[in-house]
């Protein structure tokens, strides 16, 4: 069975400074992943996905993620942190077999301080 | 291009009650899935819905359930509301896609509050 699990509930950093959101899968194939965040009322927002091609993901607002299959994680990152950033960020996995269903993380709320 | 639509944004219903929300899909999406999310289960899948028939289901109960039409919109029903069932709605729509993609897009989802 497929899982994905988000080590941080909620992350911190200041404004200019690096983000590392942390998700690792578990899966006895190899996954679609993806990484979505959600503003306050609002709805998701892809922001980058990973599909068998190129390791390192470049996304949305300067975000990329590497998947690494030896350590199961697919680490969100951003090198410097803008105001604007501050949401929910969710990890998810959907697989290549079951084509609909994602299965999602618990969610890490990051909070930016100025 | 428009995005995923989702009506009503807020809902109120007591215990007990029916409840019906609808979904537009992005023109040209023929998938569409829901989502509940709940601060206590958080995202957790409902049911998919391709070409009006149903692909996937959740671990739902049978008070949920949905249809699609020949437009591609989606509605979902929720019977007997539960306080539990309070959550947001989420639904995403999509493409036939290449394997592997699985590009959904989300609408910005019900806020069901039951009293």
């Known amino acids: 069975a497929q899982s994905v699990t988000q080590l941080d509930s909620h992350v911190s950093v200041s404004e200019g400074t690096p983000v590392l959101l942390r998700c690792n899968y578990s899966s006895s194939y190899s996954p679609s992943l993806f990484w979505y965040v959600q503003h306050p009322n609002k709805g998701l927002q892809l922001l980058l996905k990973?599909?068998?091609?190129?390791?390192l993901v470049k996304g949305i607002n300067g975000f990329e993620a590497e998947f690494k299959k030896s350590e199961t994680s697919f680490h969100l990152t951003k090198p410097s942190a803008h105001m604007s950033d501050a949401a929910e960020y969710f990890c998810v996995a959907a697989s290549p077999y079951n084509t609909d269903k994602l299965i999602f993380g618990t969610g890490t709320r990051l909070q930016v301080f100025p | 291009k428009a995005g995923v639509t989702q009506t009503p944004r807020y809902l109120i219903k007591t215990r007990g009650q029916q409840v019906t929300l609808s979904c537009s899909p992005i023109s040209g999406h023929r998938s569409v899935s829901w989502y509940q999310q709940t601060p206590g289960q958080g995202l957790q899948f409902l049911f998919e819905y391709f070409s009006e028939t149903q692909r996937n289901k959740g671990n739902f109960p049978g008070r949920f359930s949905g249809r699609q039409f020949s437009n591609s919109r989606s509605e979902m029903n929720v019977s007997t509301l539960e306080l539990g069932d309070s959550a947001l709605y989420l639904c995403a729509s999509s493409t036939l896609r290449d394997r592997g993609s699985h590009e959904q897009y989300f609408g910005p989802g019900t806020r069901l509050t039951v009293t």
């Open positions: 990973y599909t068998s091609a190129a390791t």
